[in-house]
């Protein structure tokens, strides 16, 4: 009895020992793939300090066999062109750099090249033949080296994003389709298409890596911008959750290690529709555009924005394609760059329309939540990893996942400022039709995955080029300015305007009349499709790159107000415990920025205070005017550098969230009755057209209008009346904004549509002439943008 005891104890011991043993045996094993794939799992980090340091990729090596210094890459420069070649030097380092090593140790070692002349050439487009013979784009061997590395690079990243949901690299697949494929939307019920594929067109790929090359060879900048609705905003969450912030700190380290500066501007706004801005042309979403996502399927088209606008939406011909199809010929026609233009789910016939017109690269964007490991059961979610948990959740979670979805938070304790405002837990919209955190992260790395993927191509495309002896390479591979003019003439072709979409849309918004639908006998707003548009405003986000970009910009004859002073300066401490990678996790950031180990310090931990830009004073002989001595004031609702972009800060006001960081905000020109003249300086207008939005409150308001050209002559005087109708049951307060405007009293107004006006310098007047009965104390209107033809 005794020796069968001992021998069971034995047995037993073996049985442990060889489980403990193939336990380890794997984990090395899993560990030695997680150093292939370009990271280590946080929690080996210190351990394995000593080794880390003498670790890198095995094709990251130094150009030329030089000394090794490095140089500043290209988005250290102004103006989107470099003075040397990319290299690794220019991401920044964590500060303890005794626990990481860098995978992408590409240096430059000739400190001696030459540079073109970008400027001389439409969009940096260096004519073969032309690059100094010391450029680094004409030195094979670094070119391959650099190569070698990027695809590295590339590849790491592609790899860390699949691992980080799970491995399954279905999830991440996206095809290419053409001709009827891109409109396989409009066979699918609604439910369906919240399943659509996203996808490219075929050619479309190849435009953009065409884009890619194009940043690349001239140590350019990449633009992505993103035109949506509150929920591509982050309402709900604080805006470095937002998917286009988590979009950035993924490819914004991963592009400079390639010499190219990233600019990801999230231009989404809540409650509003794409049309206010891109109205504007370029001056609110940018005019050098690469990329630009449309994102505001909630708010396109809402039945009482404007008149007409019921019939317009309930024309299911017509739909929201309008406002896709405006916001995509609007780029085209007013930018310097024909971004690629990807939609979010729709029945695709506009992607489809653009594509056979020649006028657009294109693909539909659709982040598959359903793909993803599904969570069943409370217990398994707290063993998921945190990004993953209740994304494809069973319906018995809804509850549990609802109370974990939106995690920001709304103030953290500082020295320099208290607020006086009762600060809420978490930012302001978690609702059912805004997503959380976690899917606005999953939608980042998708995005990416959506660029990675065309980026590898690029590279390939470009390593065969060189391979095969053409170097630098060849501009039928890069080039941008021949492809654009093919595209822009397409979309300013008067012989397409009657089967555009966006005809109807204008008709609708500038023409239309309920006892004369088809508008007064000449209309011919259709026209504005085919021009080429700016404006002004003082909505929030705005784009920094244009100096003139608001009213207060282009005010004549009164004083500007000045910008609101935030109530504290210095960096926001809004790192959260969910945006950290957790022990044992992927840190696909890392990876993207060339680093095996710790992440680099978050974006938004770091001092943002800058010189801003001084406002130009305008002097004259006589001390000018205010705005309140004329009957009008300057409203805004968002302080800071609200410009989209992670980089900067928004909304430091006394509120109840100040730490939400979101960007989007209304503003104008307000009125509480009868005013004088506020005059806008226009600048030179070719065209004809002048146009305005106007936010009114309840009642009848008068308005006159003046158009003055050079020397101050009145060219034009019209009068209009705006009235916010009442007994509406759609009715609903923008609650989201501290004005106290509601958003079915959107108007839009033509000022002034002469197709035979003379080019020239004009400016636009408008006053308040008389307002009907009041039933509150509130603003009775706000002018909040202009637009006119360039």
Known sequence: F?????????FKMAFVVLVCTLTFIFLINDEKRMEQLGYMRISNVVDNMDDNMDKGGDSNMDSNDGDGGGRSGGSSSSGGSSSSPPNSDTTTQPSDTSSISKLFNFYDGNPDRSIPDYSKYSLGDVPDGEFPASAWQGDAVYVNHFLDAAINLVDRTIVGIVEEYGGDSTVWEIPKYKGEQLSQGKTMKKVERSKQPSFYDEESFEGMSRRLLHAMMTNGEFNVVLAGHSAAAGHGNNFNQSSFVQFDRVMGPLMDNLGVKLKAKNMAMGTHPTVQSSL??????????????????MTEGLPNMY????????????????????????????GEKIPFFI??????????????????????????LHKLPRTTSEKQARMMSNSLRCLNPDEILKSYCKEIKCEGICWKERDDFTPTVQQRDIPKGCVSWHPGWREHRFTGRFLSMYILLPLRHALSVWQEETNDGNFPLPGEFWHLTERRDEMRSAAMDESEKLSTRCEELLHQMFDYDVDNPMGPEGATSHRVCHLKLTGATEYTPQNADLEERTLRSRLVGVTAPEDVKEVYEGYDDVVLLKDLVEEGGIDVEAIAAGWNGVPKPLPNNIDHARGRRKRRKRRGLRELKSLEDIGWSWFRDRVGECDGTQNTHCGRQDYECILDGRHDGIGGMQAYGTTEFIE??????????????????????????????GGGAVVHTGKFNLLAEEGNGNRKKADAFFFPYEREFVRMRNLWNDPNAKEGEYSVRVKISSVGQRTNENPILMLTHLYWSV
């Open 2 to 10: 005794f020796l069968d005891f001992i021998m069971e104890q034995v």
């Open 680 to 709: 806008f300086r226009l600048g030179n207008v070719k065209g004809g057209w002048v146009s305005a939005q106007f936010l009114i409150g309840k009642g009848d308001v008068e308005i006159v209008v003046e158009i003055l050209g």
């Open 307 to 334: 008149p007409g606008a019921k019939e317009f939406w309930q024309n299911k011909d017509i739909g929201k394609d309008g406002f896709i199809e405006w916001l995509f010929i609007s780029q085209m026609t007013s």
């Open 343 to 368: 939609s979010y789910p729709n029945d695709g016939t506009v992607l489809q329309n653009l594509k056979e017109k020649g006028m657009a690269d294109v693909g539909l964007l659709n982040p598959p």
């Open 280 to 297: 504007s042309g370029g001056a609110v979403y940018g005019s050098y555009n690469d990329v630009i996502i449309w994102d505001t399927a």
